[in-house]
């Protein structure tokens, strides 16, 4: 069964500084992994979403990279703004395809 | 991408009566829906999958009489909390796709917050 794991579960940066965020799975026979953004009380926004055939996805200032062989995917946000600040979870397909499994989630302050 | 819109985003409720929560898909048709729940600072809890025009599949510990999903057309499906309790309070989350989710990105609404008083 998939795990997917998300550390650390929080995170303070100085506004400018770049982010890294990780995204840890345990069945590399993955066939996508997809980040998403929530805002407190709000729904899951698509930020990126990377084939299993692709080594990385780039999107302004955000680029996440897959490696399967060693089971991990990391957003990077460059020059973080305040308005970076909320939620990121990565959640990957199941064997089936069907369902999605989502890690625990960084949430992410960037400090003025 | 595409949009998923979810009706309402709060709701109040009295102990003991249903509420019917909507998932539309406003642009694209929506084959499989999937109805989440969330608890405070946790990730989403995938309550159940519905296919258009069959009945949903749940998820295990998940009640099927007290979670009523209905999925009768392309662009909506329906979850109603009967006989509400304040441990249903939650945050609930629809999700829509046309296809895989192998294949294809999975698109979410925004959300709604019930709170059973």
């Known amino acids: 069964k998939q795990e997917v794991t998300q550390i650390p579960a929080a995170l303070s940066v100085p506004e400018g500084e770049n982010l890294v965020l990780n995204c840890s799975f345990t069945d590399s026979a993955i066939y996508n992994l997809q980040w998403f953004r929530q805002d407190p009380g709000k729904g899951l926004t698509s930020l990126l979403l990377?084939?299993?055939?692709?080594r990385e996805q780039t999107s302004g200032r955000l680029n996440a990279s897959l490696d399967k062989s060693s089971g991990r995917s990391t957003l990077y946000i460059a020059a973080s703004q305040p308005g970076d600040s909320a939620t990121y979870l990565c959640?990957?397909?199941?064997?089936?395809?069907?369902?999605?499994?989502f890690g625990g989630g960084t949430r992410v302050l960037v400090k003025p | 991408g595409a949009v998923v819109s979810q009706h309402p985003s709060w709701v109040i409720c009295k102990s003991g009566t249903s509420v019917k929560i909507e998932c539309r898909s406003l642009?694209?048709?929506?084959?499989?829906m999937f109805w989440y729940r969330q608890f405070p600072k946790q990730s989403l809890m995938l309550m159940a999958t519905s296919n258009e025009g069959s009945k949903a599949t749940y998820e295990q510990g998940v009640e099927k009489d007290k979670f009523l999903i209905n999925h009768a057309s392309l662009t909506l499906s329906t979850l109603t909390v009967t006989s509400a309790h304040p441990e249903d309070s939650s945050f609930y989350i629809c999700s829509a796709s046309n296809n895989l989710l192998r294949d294809t990105e999975a698109f979410f609404g925004q959300g709604t917050r019930l709170t059973v008083v």
């Open positions: 959640a990957t397909p199941g064997a089936a395809g069907n369902k999605l499994t």
């Open positions: 642009d694209f048709q929506a084959t499989t």
């Open positions: 990377i084939q299993s055939s692709q």
